[in-house]
Nanobody, 121 residues
Framework: LQFVESGGGLVQPGGSLRLSCAAS????????MSWHRQAPGKERELVAK????????NYADSVKGRFTISRDNAKNTVYLQMNSLKPEDTAVYYC???????????????WGQGTQVTVSS
């Protein structure tokens, strides 16, 4: 089981980033996928999730209208397009999976290394 997150970096407020997560070790197309983030001193929070076929999506209120989750089942990859970034979006971003769209998204208790997103002028 592996999640490899990439695409983070330093961006100015109002900027954009596209995160990618390459997953392996399970049947990607049969699992819902999610993005989470953890800021210093805070608990990890769910940012967005997408159903196995991509037809259902849900976002945290704090990112609704600015972030878009998508997936490519042929590439075993899930994406997070982040626009209009704010300093409060600064965090390490992680992806995860669950067999059900309404699950806890902590597949076998495994988390990847994440990708750092820093929004600052």
């Amino acid at each position: 089981l592996q999640f490899v997150e990439s695409g983070g970096g330093l961006v100015q407020p109002g900027g954009s980033l596209r995160l990618s997560c390459a997953a392996s070790g399970f049947t990607f197309s049969g699992y819902a996928m999610s993005w989470h983030r953890q800021a210093p001193g805070k608990e990890r929070e769910l940012v967005a999730k997408i159903s196995s076929g991509g037809g259902m999506k849900n976002y945290a209120d704090s990112v609704k209208g600015r972030f878009t989750i998508s997936r490519d089942n042929a590439k075993n990859t899930v994406y997070l397009q982040m626009n209009s970034l704010k300093p409060e979006d600064t965090a390490v971003y992680y992806c995860n999976a669950d067999q059900t769209y309404y699950g806890v998204f902590n597949l076998r208790g495994y988390w990847g290394q994440g990708t750092q997103v820093t929004v600052s002028s």
